[in-house]
């Protein structure tokens, strides 16, 4: 295959992104809108110059970058001089205290991207990546496959970029995700279906209109976007690797990608070489890579989800496979946990850091803590846990679970009262439940 030409580039700075490559084969392919090898029909990667990145960058030309995904330029698929910056990215890395002793642990970390710009998850990472890379590629619309967060960032980003915007949703998510998609005024088309069948109908769609949907036919671009989760954490633990991360699982991605960005940054020499372990958080309701990791195979098979984990619930994950390899090359698990469970994770992390999460990372801290309690995670590890979306998306799941304000008059009396019955049995046995 020849490569594409590049359309436009950095002066001064040499493309640092080569060709697409198949995960399998190594089959090589131009740096067009492909997402599967014809020969292999394994998934198409990004594949990189070290050499060029490591000539282009350094620790300090790093850290006087822009306060955004857009500092690891040189390590993100685009060629734009000015990529679409929406702020996306940089977000708090939280060293717990409260947390951690709830646990037993003495280095855990909070990565938190519920409060990620523009919408508040970390798909404005990919999305932002995706749509600059859309831009170059010469797409006028764009779309995508979701459960509920890349809608509302494909719109988000599509409005401040000037696309057009069609996003396909499953018609049973809830109300904060169709109407964080909805205010940008994007079509959105309400799937009566799961996130699988969606996706499926988005490839043939995909096929016929020639649209860039940012996690089908723009996949290789768009899921290089979470290496900055990985390069994000290396920077703000003073260039270092932690021993341990917890992430959740959809398609698999993004933690397949956090482990790409972490060796990315060995290889050009940003940080030392060092194993970190990767272990990975599904709802049981949506399990099909936890199930292939506790049963010892190294293929998924496709579940139909049910679980209030909307947000990751993908019964056929894309790269499940690379999930399951990593987790197992690295000393890492894959778990899940219950509904319930996720609903006291949710209420956990709120009560002991102060950050809302969304289901997704309700699923996240509550895996954390049962891979804790069975020992699978030393106290001293340096631990990062992935905490993915924003709580106000997802108050269905919580509604029933945090009780009611105390209704009172404007009067002293009556605040004196409604204290008292706060301080009584109710409330207590609310605390109990989080022991
Ligand atoms: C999409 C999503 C994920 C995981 O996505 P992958 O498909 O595994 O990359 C995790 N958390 C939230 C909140 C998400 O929206």
């Known amino acids: 295959m020849t490569q594409a030409t590049q359309t436009q580039t950095t002066p001064g700075l040499a493309p640092t992104f080569t060709h697409l490559v198949s995960k399998e084969g190594g089959v090589k392919y131009p740096l067009k809108a492909l997402h599967v090898c014809e020969e292999t029909f394994s998934p198409l990667e990004v594949a990189y110059d070290y050499d060029a990145i490591r000539a282009q960058v350094s620790r300090e030309t790093i850290e006087a970058g822009p306060n955004s995904i857009w500092r690891y330029k040189a390590f993100l698929p685009v060629n734009s001089e000015n990529p679409i910056d929406v702020g996306t990215g940089m977000t708090p890395l939280v060293k717990s205290t ?26 404005d990472r990919v999305v932002s990546v995706a ?6 590629l010469g797409f006028t619309t764009v779309s995508c496959a979701s459960t509920g967060n890349l809608a509302n960032s494909t719109a988000a980003i599509a409005a401040h970029a000037g696309l057009d915007c069609c ?45 860039g949907f940012v996690n089908i036919n723009l996949r290789p671009y768009y899921s290089e976007g979470s290496k900055t989760l990985g390069f994000e954490v ?14 959740p699982l959809a398609s698999g991605s ?13 290889k050009t020499g940003l940080v030392e070489d060092k194993a970190v372990r990767f272990s990975g958080a599904q709802a049981e309701g949506c399990s099909p890579i936890a199930s292939a990791f506790k049963e010892g195979r190294d293929f998924v098979t496709p579940v139909k989800p049910n ?7 993908i019964g056929n994950p894309a790269d499940g496979y690379y ?22 994770g949710i209420k956990l992390l709120a009560e002991t850091e102060g950050i809302f999460t969304e289901t997704a990372g309700g699923t996240t801290v509550a895996v954390l803590k049962k891979l804790v309690e069975a020992g699978k995670i030393d106290p001293d590890e340096t631990t990062v846990v992935y905490i993915t979306g924003n709580g106000l998306k997802t ?27 706060s301080r009584t049995l109710d409330r207590l046995d609310w605390q109990q439940v989080l022991v």
């Open 98 to 123: 409260r947390l951690a002793r709830r646990l037993g642990l003495n280095n855990l970390y909070i990565k938190n991207d519920a409060v990620n710009m523009p919408t508040l998850s970390f798909k």
């Open 131 to 136: 749509l600059t890379r859309a831009k170059e």
């Open 167 to 211: 996003v396909f949703i499953p018609s049973d998510l809830e109300a904060g995700k169709v109407l964080g998609t909805l205010i940008y005024n994007p079509t959105v088309m309400a799937v009566k279906g799961n996130y699988d069948q969606v996706n499926r109908l988005c490839c043939e769609v995909g096929n016929t209109y020639g649209w």
């Open 234 to 247: 290396a920077e703000q633990l003073g260039w270092k690797l932690p021993d341990h991360v917890v992430a």
């Open 254 to 266: 993004l933690y397949t990608k956090i482990y790409k960005g972490f060796q990315e940054f060995i």
């Open 307 to 313: 679980t209030i984990a909307k947000s990751i619930a």
């Open 323 to 344: 999930a399951l390899d990593i987790a197992r090359k690295t000393n890492g698990n894959i778990e899940s946990v219950t509904d319930a469970e996720i609903v006291e």
């Open 395 to 421: 108050q269905e799941a919580v509604q029933e679970y945090i009780g009611q304000p105390l209704t009172i008059e404007p009067k002293l009396d009556s605040f004196e009262r409604a204290l008292e019955r």
